[in-house]
């Protein structure tokens, strides 16, 4: 082992004052000279080419580095920060590795006997940077190692030798520190150095204010966007923090419900087609269906139903748990728009799922003499199709012609189209369109919701279901353009589900009992977690997994379903497990979506823990559809406490909403954004949705403005427009 004392060779650094130019947002990086050229190639590299787009890194979180008193070193889990002195550096090294250490003591020399030792593996150079005397302010986790105290790698920050005043401001240390994600090569010092340079000299009018005059916004009185962005990075206090973060996410809230609301307000401008029909065809189909309609369906039915029947035209979200009976709803619906003497057309996310929807259009439609077809992007779609184009185009399409009751549709036309987004492409079929109804719309974006829309003259009603949970403190938010009716009761006939959260230690046991389920006929879901966004892991985890359980059946089919498989290939092994070919169908969170499978009563999730309560509860849906009980197994690590507590509520109720609000209580609305309003999301403060009271306030404001100037035409507004007009993403709000 070599050891080598080392002296000071360079004076102490710190980053050059700015310069006294102001920038815009416009301003080129590479014109911002008071970064440093590195850093503007690196910055440059990753795309961020402006000002504007550096201001568009928000810190992913903050530490608190104020905390300078000396109250002695100690070992601590959390990081701490310290004002220090090199009293003696050294490097070791152990063939080609190297460590370098400086030994510091507090930098009041009144604490000289305390000591900590600072250090860095395989970083000779530090070396170079680092020298006995230095003044350093120092932050991270000290630990104590064979009677030692030592902070590995700690951030830390050289003060200037007439600069020893620790209270100076500085950008690393002694302060609340932003912590920026990190892309590329960029590092944290560098990009935090960059941007408080950037953020010293950015002309404050470059940052406008969005949002309402202060008096309007009460507990913001006075705030401005330009302090609010400032303090997001360099809060003087976490107070003042908490404020800024509260103030840009109340701007981001009002920008969507000022969208939402201005595109209700537009719905509502169009003339629809007031549809009232005496009701003989939804009679028939209520009577002929093998159950009554629980008293939430038919409530959910008669909002639809007064919907219909006014001349504005409908936007409503029909919005119930798995299970909850949507379809039948939107199928009694449908029959309103046929009876009409219209079309109606079903919208699904899947080819499995339309056709699922297909088969239940058929068995109970057909009887009452309905032309129902089918619409997907694949070759076999059945029943009847557009002949010609010129036939089509000879179809009367403006309302004076519409005929009156369902006979008298042109015989080439179906009354109902049920489809993928292939409907969106099918502009012949569907002239007399009156009720388009979207199934799972979180998979569907609001363009593509305008676009079916956009297919006939009048504007249809439309009719959105979902069956994500959504807490009622958020439907408001996220649906404010829509209308609501919410099925909030199952019928009863369901199979019960029970669910049990298990250590993965008593796999042997679980395996037993679900190879009893597959010997007595059932059918079972094997559903592996989504890991780190990343489909090829995800695919292979599944893949392993397949496997492993292919093993432990030998005597089943055990088949295997992930997002990297073809459509194809996936519509196939779906059709196989659907047609009980398949006992066992190993998966990732792909069957998310509402098939369908009666039969399927156990479902093994592996690694529970990793998915959203939310989510857990959507996925346990797949099962508990027929009459036989239903078993949902959550694996968790061994002693994963923390996993067994978030679950147990699964195993407690089966209240979607219910376990949507702890979900949301648990860890924000991301999750919900994410998966729902491919449309709208991210926000980039989206955890405060939770907060009833912004969001009520933006709601509030927005529409205090749309009152005010429906357009927004007023130069004032101006800046508003392209988020609301244009459906710029609202987390754009620079440019
Ligand atoms: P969702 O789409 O809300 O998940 P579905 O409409 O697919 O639920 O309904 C699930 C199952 O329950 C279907 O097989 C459906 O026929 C049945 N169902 C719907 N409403 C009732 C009811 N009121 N009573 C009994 N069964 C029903
Ligand atoms: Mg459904």
């Known amino acids: 082992m070599e050891k080598q004392m080392t002296s000071p060779q360079h004076p102490a650094t710190i980053p050059p004052m700015p310069q006294a130019a102001s920038i815009h947002l416009q301003t080129p990086i590479s014109e911002i000279l008071v970064i440093p050229t590195p850093t503007r190639t690196l910055l440059i590299r990753e795309g961020i080419e402006t000002a504007a787009d550096l201001l568009h890194i928000l810190p992913a979180r ?29 490097l070791l090294r152990f063939g080609r590795s190297a460590v370098f250490e ?70 690393h240390t002694g302060r609340i520190v932003p912590i920026y994600r990190l892309r590329g090569n960029l590092k944290q010092k560098p990009l935090r150095t960059a941007l408080w340079h950037l953020l010293q000299d950015l002309d404050p009018s470059a940052l406008p204010n969005l949002l309402p005059t202060p008096k309007a916004t009460g507990e913001f009185s006075g705030y401005t966007r330009a302090k609010a962005i400032q303090t997001l990075h360099h809060p003087p206090d976490l107070d003042t923090l908490t404020q800024a973060r509260r103030y840009l996410a109340l701007e981001e809230f009002y920008l969507l419900q000022l969208r939402l609301l201005h595109h209700r307000h537009q719905h509502r401008l169009h003339s629809g087609n007031p549809q009232k029909p005496p009701g003989n065809l939804l009679q028939s189909f209520l009577q002929n269906l093998p159950f009554d309609l ?40 449908m029959l309103v728009a046929v009876e009409s003497g219209h079309q109606a057309a079903l919208m699904a996310p899947t ?31 059945t029943g009847i199709l557009p002949v010609r184009e010129t036939d089509i185009l000879s179809v009367p399409s403006d309302t004076t012609c519409t005929p009156k009751t369902h006979d008298q549709l042109p015989e080439h036309l179906p009354h109902i189209l049920i489809g993928t987004h292939a409907l969106l492409y099918d502009r012949v079929s569907l002239p007399q369109l009156s009720l388009a109804v979207i199934d799972e719309q979180h998979k569907f974006g609001v363009a593509q919701r305008a676009r079916l829309i956009a297919q006939s003259d009048t504007i249809p009603d439309v009719l959105v279901m979902t069956a994500t949970p959504i807490p009622r403190t958020l439907t408001l938010t996220l649906y404010g353009d829509l209308d609501v009716s919410t099925i909030d009761e199952r019928p009863r006939e369901r199979g019960k589900i029970i669910t049990a959260v298990r250590d993965s230690t008593k796999l042997k046991d679980i ?50 379903l992930h997002g990297r498989i073809d459509s194809e290939t996936k519509d196939t092994v779906m059709r196989k497990f659907r047609d009980n070919e398949i006992q066992a169908l190993v998966t990732t969170t792909v069957i998310e979506v509402g098939v369908d499978v009666p039969n399927a009563t156990v479902m093994i999730i592996h690694d529970a823990a990793r998915f959203g309560l939310a989510q857990l509860h959507q996925l346990r849906g797949r099962i ?41 209580r648990r860890r924000g609305p991301g999750d919900l954004l994410g998966s729902m309003q491919s449309g709208q999301a991210p926000l980039r403060f989206h955890e405060l949705l939770a907060d009833t009271r912004l969001l009520t306030l933006a709601r509030q404001l927005a529409t205090r403005t749309l009152i005010q100037d429906p357009n927004l035409t007023q130069p004032d507004h101006a800046l508003l427009r392209p988020f609301v007009l244009d459906s710029l993403p609202v987390r754009t709000t620079l440019q």
Request: glycine content about 4%.
């Open 511 to 560: 395996t037993a009992f679900l190879k009893t389920q597959l010997d007595e006929g059932r059918q079972a879901y094997i559903v592996h977690p989504l890991i780190e966004e990343s489909e090829k892991l995800d695919a292979s985890a599944a893949i392993t997994g397949h496997a492993t359980w292919s093993k432990r059946l030998k005597k089943h089919h055990v088949g295997l």
């Open 62 to 90: 903050h530490e608190d580095r104020r905390q300078l008193t000396f109250t002695g070193f100690h070992p601590d889990p959390n990081p701490v920060c310290h004002h220090l002195r090199i009293l003696s550096t050294r």
């Open 624 to 664: 508990g559809r027929g009459t036989h009980t239903s078993y949902c197994i959550l694996l968790i690590d061994k002693n994963d406490e923390e996993a067994r507590q978030k679950l147990t509520i699964l195993e407690q109720t089966s209240d979607g909403f219910q376990i949507a609000e702890e979900d949301l």
């Open 294 to 333: 629980t008293a939430a369906q038919l409530r959910s039915l008669n909002e639809i139903r007064q919907d219909m029947a006014d001349p504005i035209p409908m936007n409503r979200l029909l919005h119930g748990d798995v299970g909850s009976g949507k379809t039948v709803v939107a199928l009694a619906a």
């Open 351 to 381: 080819q499995i799922l339309a056709e699922q929807h297909y088969q239940n259009a058929q068995r109970w439609l057909t009887p009452l003499g309905l032309r129902v077809s089918l619409r997907t992007a694949d070759k076999r779609n």
């Open 102 to 171: 400086a030994t510091t003591v507090p930098a009041s020399a009144r604490f000289s006997q305390h000591q900590l030792t600072l250090r860095w593996f395989g970083m000779p150079f530090m070396q170079r940077a680092l020298a006995v005397d230095m003044n350093l302010i120092v932050y991270g986790k000290i630990k104590e190692i064979k009677s030692r105290l030592i902070i590995d790698h700690p951030d830390y920050e050289i003060l200037l030798e007439e600069d020893t005043d620790p209270t100076a401001p500085r950008i």
